[in-house]
């Protein structure tokens, strides 16, 4: 059981330059989520999402988008990249609002922006 | 708006020791807490995950526990061992966050040989 898989690991953009972070889950949870972390600090919320073509903004959404075509796949999208995105990205799914199971995650996307 | 704040911020010890990490967060209105493990380099592994009707939670040498009322939560590891050298964050899941997790900053631990 695959779990939570992000690619790519590891990327170094151009300032200006844009990508997408792919994130696909196989638990058949619902809820799925893009989280930042920088240095030293807790991660938080980019983006939600509850289910196929549901998506909502968390607490620092500026600067990226997202889409939520299938229950499988939350691709996190930067369109114009810049130095203060440099982080860790990480995916989490859920089977449900995660009341009572935990959120599971990804091993992260490495990200700089030079 | 929910914080989360642990101490301490990194913690050494030497092996066998017990030791106890402190989460605080503002608001009581939660779900859950969860206390997570992070490797460096990994992702975010589930250690315990606690319902705000709970008291506490254990698996192995782990336990924690949650006062809600007071807006704490401690996680006690027994007889630690190197092998438990991680960053372990705390993240509560707020009745109007909407399914969100506020996490903590974490605490960095080094367990000595």
Redesign the interface.
Known sequence: NAG?TQTPKFRILKIGQSMTLQCTQDMNHN?M?WYRQDP??????IY?S?GAGIT?K??VPNGYNVSRSTTEDFPLRLELAAPSQTSVY?C?S?Y?????????????TRLSIL | KQE?TQIPAALSVPEGENLVLNCSFTDSAI??L?W?RQDP??????LL?I?SSQREQTSGRLNASLDKSSGRSTLYIAASQPGDSATY?C?V?GETS????T????TQLTVNP
Do not use: C, I
Request: charged share 15%.
């Open positions: 939570v809820y989520y030293g600090m807790g991660l938080k919320l939600y509850v909502d968390g607490e990480f989490a859920s449900e609002g995660g009341k009572y199971q935990p959120q599971h995650f990804g091993d992260g | 989360v779900y859950n969860q997570f380099g990994k992702g975010l592994t589930s995950l319902q964050l993240a899941n909407g399914s969100r997790l996490f903590g900053e974490g």
